[in-house]
């Protein structure tokens, strides 16, 4: 959180902190287990700047735990963050 924090240069509330974590631990439980979730909404509507922010951000799973985010978790977490950053960033 305080990657995607710092990196949108936004102070996100603690539900949506929460939301993301609560989410990311699944997220990560099914690239564990090879059985992520399948975005089903049109990608090329979702923010660039935040889907490169999450991608940044996940970088600390490669390393830490060897775990990769398919796109797909990500774009659910970009779609997440989407409903909040507008709203907060102003």
């Known amino acids: 959180m305080q990657a995607l924090e710092l990196g949108l240069e936004v102070n996100f509330d603690y539900a949506t902190k929460v939301q993301i ?5 699944y997220a990560l439980e099914r690239m564990v287990i090879r059985d992520g979730l399948v975005y089903r909404g049109e990608v090329e509507l979702l923010d660039q700047l935040i889907f490169e922010e999450v991608n940044r951000a996940s970088g600390i799973f490669v390393s830490g735990m060897n775990l990769t985010l398919s796109d797909d978790e990500k774009y659910y977490i970009c779609e997440m963050l989407s409903e909040v950053y507008n709203f907060v960033s102003q």
């Open 21 to 25: 974590a609560v989410h990311t631990a």
